[in-house]
């Protein structure tokens, strides 16, 4: 049994790789390398000491993927493969429709015409848009406040209308939190393109002398310190998600939102504490004005994933922190 895993030499899709192959999954994984590096291929088979077939392809290229699927027995999906920055997705909308829609469109194409139905996607917290009540469970209204969250609500929207022509479907929409930390190996981790947009990100630059000071986007929101909080996931208790909602989408068949949080908000202040404790390096900081589209407060509540699927997030907040330093370490001197 294989499992396909679209935008798997990604940072989420290479540590769901390495607990799909410490599980015995045989995996098969696509990545285009638009936003990765094949290195993150060869240290998940470093880190797993095992094997598997990596194709760099665009999902896009129907023709290519039809490929995969005539080649390897592909028995379910894990689908990561898709542009992920908000700022960008102002910029250019039209590369986020396409890329992220009608990628996921091919693909659901392509199972549909070899007779595979069961599918893990992501989707995100940001398709809850400005939810004001908190913790935010599945049924809080969905409404979203850029292109690249409308493509998570579109696919979301486009997966539900399949299920509904063909009940054969089954399908987990996974809403992350804030997926932050590395492998404990530290051997991959996240490796952003340019200056980082996200706070753990932005914080470990700092931390190791990249960039200067951290910039707190606002300090006089309505929370216990004035600034911006959070819902903060282990990247490995997330990817392990992925594998408890693969068990629920092999057995049944239906299709269900998950959220992907550890029920838990800290501060940007919290953060960069906890940081400062984990580094051992002072983090200096300015407080700047709040960032256009942000939300005060945003925590999941995870009960859904608990009851149904048996997951919770069990990884705290400090080894998240020491876990991001590892890896922003082992990249600055020189080992990557
Ligand atoms: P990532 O950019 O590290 O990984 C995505 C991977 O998909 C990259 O390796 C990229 O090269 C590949 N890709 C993109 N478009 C492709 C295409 N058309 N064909 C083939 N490969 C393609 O991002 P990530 O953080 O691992 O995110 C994975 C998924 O989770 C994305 O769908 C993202 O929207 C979603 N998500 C991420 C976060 C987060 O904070 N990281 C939060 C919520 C949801
Ligand atoms: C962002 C995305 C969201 C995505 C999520 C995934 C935006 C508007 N939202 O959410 O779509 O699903 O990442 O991880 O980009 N902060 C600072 N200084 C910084 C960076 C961030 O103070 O330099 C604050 C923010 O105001 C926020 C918190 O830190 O309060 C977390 O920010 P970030 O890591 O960017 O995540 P989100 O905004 O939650």
Not at 75 to 90: I, N, P, T, Y
Not at 192 to 202: E, V
Not at 231 to 251: C, N, R, S
Request: with cysteine.
């Amino acid at each position: 049994m294989a499992i396909l895993v679209t935008g798997g030499a990604g940072y989420i899709g290479s540590h769901t790789c390495v607990e799909l192959l410490n599980n015995d999954y045989d995996i098969v994984v696509l990545d285009k390398l638009s936003n990765s590096k094949i290195d993150s291929v060869n240290r998940v088979k470093e880190i797993t000491g095992k094997d598997f077939i990596f194709e760099q392809v665009d999902l896009l290229e129907k023709k290519k993927l039809e490929k995969i699927f005539t080649e390897q027995k592909i028995d379910a999906v894990v689908h990561f493969a898709g542009l992920k920055a908000v700022g960008e997705s102002v910029e250019k909308p039209l590369v986020y429709y396409r890329n992220n829609v009608i990628g996921a469109i091919v693909l659901c194409e392509v199972m549909k015409n070899f007779g595979v139905k069961k599918l893990v996607a992501s989707s995100s917290a940001t398709v809850y848009g400005t939810a004001e009540q908190m913790p935010i469970s599945e049924d809080t209204p969905l409404g979203v406040t850029n292109p690249y969250g409308r493509t998570k609500l579109m696919v979301e929207e486009i997966l539900r209308d399949l299920y509904v022509s063909d009940n054969a479907w089954s399908i987990a929409l996974l809403r992350y939190f804030n997926p932050a930390g590395a492998h404990e190996s530290g051997l991959i981790g996240e490796d952003p393109n340019g200056i980082p947009t996200n706070l753990i990100p932005y914080i470990t630059q700092v931390a190791i002398g990249k960039l200067k000071e951290v910039s707190i986007f606002g300090n006089d929101y309505p929370t216990k310190d004035g600034t911006g909080i959070r819902d903060y996931i282990h990247i490995t208790d997330l990817a392990k998600g992925h594998l408890k909602a693969l068990d629920k989408v092999i057995g049944s068949s239906g299709i269900e939102a998950y959220n992907l949080g550890t029920g838990k908000g800290y501060s940007v202040q919290e953060v960069i504490a906890a940081f400062e404790k984990a580094s051992g390096k002072k983090i200096p900081y300015k407080m700047v004005n709040r960032r256009p589209g942000d939300i005060a407060v945003s925590y999941a509540d995870p009960a859904k994933a608990k009851r149904e699927l048996g997951w919770e997030a069990e990884k705290d907040f400090d080894e998240m922190c020491r876990d991001a330093w590892k890896w922003q370490r082992n990249k600055m001197n020189g080992f990557y």
